[in-house]
């Protein structure tokens, strides 16, 4: 236990979510290493793709996770892939996420040197994203990916398509990769009492980026049919920047010229400690506080 | 890293808190080992007091502090100590707190197995207070602390006093100990815009447990003259059952009946995640959270 440890969390996505035999064989160079821990990994059959939820040291964590993407090439051929989700490569996007004493500035690095690796390793064409992009048209992933795998043979021939690392031409079978430093995500869905899913799609627009709302939040609106309620569905894409509490209080006000209250709100999956610290920071107009005087942050590693 | 791993908490108190090679040998015992974590020590001169604050595994925890122990009955003599905190014994008083993984049904028996064999390893006499108390009378440590070193050698002799291990009379040297289980302690301050003392009191009588407020709350109202503003200064005694929110809210609603305002507050020292998060979840709405979202929690050890 050191209070030094740098710890990274990496959220691989891979394009196998029906056989069990090939997820367990990804999965796997995660489990048993030390410095490594494998948080989670989700499978969906319709997408046909793995999601991965890993922590741990830098080295390790890296070690890990180009073992699972020389796992997956070894056993996916993107020729034979069939999803409803976009995807690219057998190993179709590898964020690098900082979790603790490791800025964004040196998982950016961590993510560049990790991508010249497995870049060589595999003779694997490499697009940086998001914080780690080379250019502002390649931050949005879905820009890269546009076309799909079935497109990137001819598009990444076009100049403005050069991979950053790796040959200048798709992996036969494995396609591309896109690999990059980003925020933790924090998906967050807010509860109206209505069923006017207008309301919650009114709401949604007033809050997110795209349409004039808070810097580092994406949101729509949908109904939650069984509850007979709508519900403003966000992903937070930097809580540091933009502040959970600060996107609940803004639907509390926009809900009011409708007359409609917000009863609830919840959290889907992993979320950081700081976001929820700076929550209740701001609601106890907490002064002078510091994660050091969390005690679990303190002991973490 | 692994999910299971049981981790406490403890904080022992020594009486020595002026000599720094003293402290340093009984501090020593938490340092370099596998397993235990030493995440604060402070000492106080006027109270010649040291506190210790550690984390780590039970059996390497139990170990570190025992050895700390035979260092502060090696070093200290009671018959020679001088300070202004209440004390009774070279290591006063030994907390253990459940962190991670750990029951307090556990947490009572761990103390309680320490005890034991501090008790037979040291010859020294020790009473089993908080949650490990053998009696209710012994639940508040300055009921067992009451006459202090000097006149603990009288008062153990009583049948009511006898300690719960060791023998019947007191260390010539080291006098008695303190050995027990409790919830972490989160000293809790809140700050209003008034600089009359007398409404800090009348708010902290109506909020503490013992003149009818909250359960786990103990407070008094204190003057911040620099700031020309008061506090109700309190301690939480256990923030599952007694929640910082409530608190906080209650105060700001007896604060309301003298026109004064809430305008900030501040927590000293360690405090558990779970606190703060409980915090948020209060004031988000949020529904069905699980501690095991929280990245930190997951990956801690």
Not at 192 to 218: H, M, P, Q
Request: aromatic residues 8%; charged residues 30%.
């Amino acid at each position: 236990m050191s209070d030094m440890k740098k710890i990274l969390e990496c959220v691989p996505n891979f394009s196998e979510g029906r056989k069990s035999e090939k997820i367990e064989e990804i999965v796997n160079p995660f489990r048993g290493k030390p410095g490594v821990r494998l948080l989670d990994y989700q499978t969906d059959k319709d997408h046909n793709r793995l999601v991965v939820t890993a922590v741990g040291e830098p080295e390790a964590l890296k070690r890990a996770v180009t073992e699972a993407i020389g796992a997956a090439i070894e056993c996916i051929d993107m020729r034979q892939h069939k999803g409803q989700h976009p995807r690219m490569g057998a190993a179709d996007v590898v964020p690098f996420i900082p979790v603790k004493n490791v800025t964004m500035t040196e998982a950016v690095e961590i993510s560049k040197d990790f991508a010249r690796q497995v870049s060589e390793k595999y003779n694997l064409p490499i697009f940086l994203y998001e914080r780690s992009a080379s250019a502002p048209e390649r931050e949005n992933l879905s820009n890269i990916r546009k076309g799909q795998f079935e497109e990137m043979a001819e598009k990444i021939k076009r100049p403005e398509w050069k991979p950053d690392f790796g040959p200048w031409e798709i992996h036969p079978s494995a396609g591309v990769t896109a690999v990059g430093a980003r925020m933790p995500l924090v998906a967050f869905n807010v509860n109206l009492d209505t069923d006017d899913l207008t309301i919650a799609n009114e709401i949604a627009k007033k809050v997110r980026y795209s349409s004039g709302g808070l810097r580092y939040c994406k949101g729509i609106g949908i109904g939650l049919k069984e509850k007979r309620i709508v519900q403003v569905s966000m992903n937070m894409t930097d809580f540091t920047k933009t502040a959970i509490y600060r996107t609940f209080e803004l639907i509390r006000t926009e809900a009011k010229r409708y007359g409609v209250n917000v009863v609830g709100s919840e959290i889907i999956g992993l979320v950081p400690m700081a976001a929820l610290i700076d929550t209740a920071e701001y609601y106890l107009r907490l002064e002078n506080f510091s994660m050091e005087q969390v005690l679990e942050y303190r002991i973490m590693e």
